[in-house]
Nanobody, 119 residues
């Protein structure tokens, strides 16, 4: 069974930075893509950034230019570098991985890590 474990969340002042990590229990080569999502209280879970197995990336408009997603295949880890943080970035951040199977995709989620940005 695939396990994703996030870390790196915490409390930071507006304008500060945090780097989130997501470690997979197996090789991340087997995933078609991996990404970061976030969910604030009362809101739906939303995409923050994704990175494909080929290294292509995509970002939500609200984080473009501030956040960077990257991967280290040797460490089975995906990162999210978050700079110029704003109070509206406060949320639980989740790591997601997708693997293609016959007939579709299987998705795996981490348990989440809290990011709180104070004004």
């Amino acid at each position: 069974q695939v396990q994703l474990v996030e870390s790196g969340g915490g409390l930071v002042q507006a304008g500060g930075s945090l780097k989130l990590s997501c470690v997979a229990s197996g090789s991340i080569f087997s995933f078609n893509d991996m990404g970061w999502f976030r969910q604030a209280p009362g809101n739906e879970r939303e995409l923050v950034a994704i990175i494909t197995s080929g290294g292509s990336t995509n970002y939500a408009d609200v984080v473009k230019g501030r956040f960077t997603i990257s991967r280290d295949n040797a460490k089975n880890t995906v990162y999210l570098q978050m700079n110029s943080l704003k109070p509206e970035d406060t949320a639980v951040y989740y790591c997601k991985a997708r693997r293609a199977t016959y007939g579709g995709f299987v998705a795996y989620w981490g348990q989440g890590t809290q990011v709180t940005v104070s004004s």
